[in-house]
């Protein structure tokens, strides 16, 4: 992207003064109101006598610019910059604008109630690349607001903060250019020490930049990258003439705006024949910034995207493969029944200390071997294998559907992949469109995080979410909302379909989560350490037993206008929770004993 440089600037200011022939001045120019776009740009709407145009001012640190733009779309709120000049600005007029030295880039833009009062504000634009800014200063010089602040610690040269005293950037010591330097003076200080033209041209002088050393070059018919002690006289003169023609048009403000291979120039310099759909200065650097941002924001997003698509297709993938496993085991099920029925009818064969036992199959004859506990009897074993027949086949019965779920789910973003690898390259605004609606549907369908919604998780984060957090006995997770907002989080956002709900029935008290990876099963004395845990955590924990419903998550329900913690289940089931039991869990694990107040226990009724 080609930034805005000293000669661009002066440009712009010459057109908006109205020194070009034909042009209409700025100034005077009442504010009428002021938006800030995105972090880095704002734009004044102005009325003058003839019209209402609209001025742009950014320091985005690869397109600090100003020019006049078109008005952008009303927006409901403002940044905290545009309120400040909101406040400070509005009603009065732009009656001067300047540089705040003919060889920097910082332009003095001066607020006065009317055109021949002194000014009451300055707002300084300094363009300088990644140390842009735009500062707003009253009569006195302190600063009021700043678009970005730099603090004592990031600059102990010149630091930017409201309240401080406004301090111009460091001056360049770099020699300033002169219609009048002769020629030899000025080769002399170019070839004094060897190195490439163009380098040399932009460290011998100021107000040159890197595309305008290298534009003149190729204008006199010299690469640019060629050393300055192999240039011939006639190339130096070629040099000089284009040199010459440069400070003329900054003396006479003489520009001519055209789009080039490269970028722009304003100089009318190769390519000036232009584009015939930029016929002004303002709308060349309307067009050529806007299309620059969007083909930056383009190539981001769609970077962003990707990787998040394929982060998430990677995670699906293995979660895929995890299901088949799982699968996989579940389809020994009628081995564990078998290995289970042949026990039970030949125990009479059983010895103690026994680690194996082979049994002839009831319909092949052939013989199975079935490994075993010594510690347990063939009885036990044999029911150990009926438990393991039942976990597996639940476990079929449970992975299926979430197999098909995910399965689904892939096809799906492996088609929202192959859409985002159709949008190659930025094109027109329309492939930033399409970029967004991508992302607009993935927000939609839940797999990304929309703007909102991240900053509202961003202010409840602030509360510190922690749950009590037990573990089960077969190594699960139970979480216990510690109050009412807590308990909404839990229930809400924190949940997933295979997970269990508790909560004491008809009793106020906490919601608890049993937290199962997809696809596991819990067992019996999971389900009643979570049931015991719900119990403990409600107004009946002093009681022998309490009632506990349990369901899954996508059952529980909160009503409209209901306040936090108060929801509503069905598909319900019951067991019975003893809080003694979950009182010895609470000590083991270290977890606090709450003695609340029953003004202040939690208020959810289940």
């Given at each position: ?26 100034l ?20 003058t ?23 952008p ?21 732009l009656?001067?604008?300047a ?49 970005h ?11 930017v ?79 000089f ?32 024949g232009?584009?015939?759909s ?13 299309a620059?941002?969007?083909r ?8 962003r ?115 985002l ?13 399409a ?16 703007p ?25 997770s ?24 508790f909560?004491?029935?008809?009793i ?14 819990a ?45 509503v289940?069905q ?27 029953a003004?202040?226990?939690?208020s959810t009724?289940?």
């Open positions: 992207m080609q930034p805005v440089d000293l000669t661009t600037l002066r440009a712009v200011l010459a057109d908006l003064k109205g020194a070009e022939a034909g042009g209409d001045p700025l005077p120019a009442r504010v009428e109101w002021i938006q800030q776009t995105d972090l880095w740009t704002v734009v004044i709407g102005l009325r006598l003839k019209a209402r145009p609209c001025l742009l001012l950014s320091w985005h640190p690869q397109a600090a610019r100003v020019h006049l733009c078109q008005a779309p009303k927006e409901a709120e403002d940044l905290p910059f545009s309120q400040h000049l909101q406040r400070h600005l509005r009603g009065l007029a009656t001067e604008l540089l705040l030295d003919e060889w920097e880039r910082v332009i003095d833009f001066r607020f006065a109630p009317r055109p021949a009062d002194p000014p009451q504000r300055h707002l300084y634009l300094e363009v300088m690349g990644k140390y842009s800014n735009a500062i707003l200063v009253d009569e006195g010089g302190m600063i009021l607001a700043c678009g602040g730099v603090s004592e610690r990031q600059s102990r040269v010149r630091p903060q409201p309240g401080l005293l406004y301090e111009a950037p460091p001056a360049l010591s770099d020699p300033i250019p002169h219609q009048a330097e002769p020629f030899s003076q000025w080769q002399e200080r170019l070839a004094l020490i060897p190195g490439p033209i163009a380098q040399r041209l932009l460290r011998c002088y100021r107000g040159l930049s890197r595309h305008l050393a290298e534009a003149m070059c190729l204008q006199a018919g010299i690469p640019p990258q060629t050393p300055s002690n192999q240039l011939s006289p006639q190339e130096w003169q070629a040099l003439f284009w040199w010459q023609d440069w400070l003329a048009r900054l003396e006479t403000a003489q520009f001519k705006p055209a789009l080039t291979p490269q970028g722009y120039t304003v100089l009318g310099w190769r390519g000036s232009g584009d015939p930029t016929p002004n200065l303002h709308q060349l650097l309307e067009a050529y910034y806007q620059q941002l969007n930056e924001r383009f190539e981001r997003e769609r970077q995207l990707g990787q998040k698509l394929a982060a998430l297709l990677k995670k699906l993938r293995q979660r895929q493969e995890h299901f088949e496993r799982m699968l996989a085991d579940s389809a020994q099920a009628e081995a564990s029944k078998q290995a289970a029925d042949l026990l039970m009818a030949h125990l009479h064969l059983w010895r103690p200390g026994l680690s194996l036992m082979e049994l002839p199959d009831f319909f092949s004859g052939q013989m199975v071997k079935i490994p075993l506990d010594p510690e347990k009897n063939a009885v036990l074993n044999a029911q150990a294998y009926y438990r393991k027949h039942r976990k597996q086949k639940r476990a079929q019965e449970a992975v299926q559907p979430l197999l098909e779920a995910v399965a689904q789910e892939i096809r799906y973003l492996e088609q929202v992949e192959a859409t690898q159709h949008l190659g390259t930025y094109r027109d605004p329309q492939d930033l469109a970029l967004r609606e991508v992302e607009t549907e993935l927000i939609q369908q839940g797999y990304l995080e929309s909102s919604r991240a900053e509202g998780s961003r202010r409840a984060s602030s509360a510190s979410f922690n749950p009590y957090r037990f573990t089960s006995p077969s190594g699960f139970i979480w216990v909302g510690r109050n009412n907002w807590q308990n909404d989080r839990l229930t809400f956002r924190v949940a997933q379909d295979q997970d269990w709900w909560h004491a029935q008809e106020p008290g906490s919601h608890v989560l049993l937290r199962l990876p997809p696809g596991a099963v067992e019996s004395e999971d389900l009643q350490a979570a049931a015991d845990l719900a119990a403990y955590f409600s107004r009946g924990r002093f009681s022998d037993q309490v009632p506990v419903v349990y369901t899954r998550p996508k059952c529980v329900f909160k009503p409209k206008g209901s306040p936090p913690g108060m929801v289940y598909q319900e089931q019951v067991l019975w929770g003893r809080p003694s039991r979950a009182q010895l869990l609470v000590e083991k694990e270290g977890a606090p004993k709450p003695e609340v107040p003004e202040l226990q939690p009724w289940g």
